[in-house]
């Protein structure tokens, strides 16, 4: 395996509380952006970070949708689609670099888990090209389709 990217948060830049990391973001005057005179994106906002377990948070939530997915009505479809949408937004949120408070490491430990069982899937099928939905393939052949 070869590292492209690493990324990692000083402890020094931790803070202690909801108040203190608002406080931060709030007096923050970096900004984030393309410099055409170095011809990189540059992001100087504070690095900021405070530990927030969100299994604490997206747990109930995830435990909510499979009890409403088991007891199948219009309600709980309902009920079980609007879960699923405020997960996804979370997790659209964390991985996102235009929200301040965002965190690619944890965004990439979430979509780690199905690249995983994509690439166990499609070693096996010989599949030239995967998705969350499979990829081409011939039972008849056992190669890919072209």
Known sequence: ???VAGIYWLESDQVDSWD???KKFIE???SMGFNNKTNNFEDTRTYAWYALPLEDFVGPII???????TQPS???QALQISLKNVI???YGVICSRFFSINNVV???NITSKCRADMWLMAK???TYLSITDGGPFSFNSGYPRL
């Open 1 to 3: 395996m070869d590292i």
């Open 20 to 22: 203190e990391l608002s």
């Open 28 to 30: 923050d005057k970096g």
């Open 63 to 69: 435990e909510k949708r499979k009890i409403a997915r």
């Open 74 to 76: 219009p309600e709980n």
């Open 88 to 90: 996804n937004t979370l």
């Open 106 to 108: 944890v965004a990439e």
């Open 124 to 126: 096996p099928l010989n």
